[in-house]
């Protein structure tokens, strides 16, 4: 198993910044994809950003010109640097990772943490 453990999260002030971080962990995996999801009390649960090994990243629209990602490979680490909060960021967002698994079964899996609460306040 690959275990994925959030931090970062907590109240802010609209205009304000938080960092996430993931921390990935476990044995004889490699990490494909990793990222964060966000999920709005009632709503489904989206997708803010993910990066891929190469460094190519994916954003939603509406976070593109206020929110970061990045990561550490060698610590497997991932980072949601977000700025300009709005209250409609307030939610629970959720680290991911795809990752391949080196031990039966093999083959790749997707993984999530347990997800960190932010709350941007008006």
């Known amino acids: 198993q690959v275990q994925l453990v959030e931090s970062g999260g907590g109240l802010v002030q609209a205009g304000g910044s938080l960092r996430l971080s993931c921390a990935a962990s476990?044995?004889?995996?490699?990490?494909?994809?990793m990222g964060w999801y966000w999920q709005a009390p009632g709503k489904q649960r989206e997708l803010v950003a993910t990066i891929n090994s190469d460094e190519e990243t994916k954003q939603a629209d509406s976070v593109a010109d206020r929110f970061a990602i990045s990561k550490d490979s060698a610590s497997n680490t991932v980072y949601l640097q977000m700025n300009s909060l709005k209250p409609e960021d307030t939610g629970v967002y959720f680290c991911y990772s795809n990752a391949n698994i080196y031990y039966y079964p093999y083959g790749s899996r997707d993984f999530w943490g347990r997800g960190t609460q932010v709350t941007v306040s008006s």
């Open positions: 476990g044995s004889r995996f490699k990490i494909n994809d």
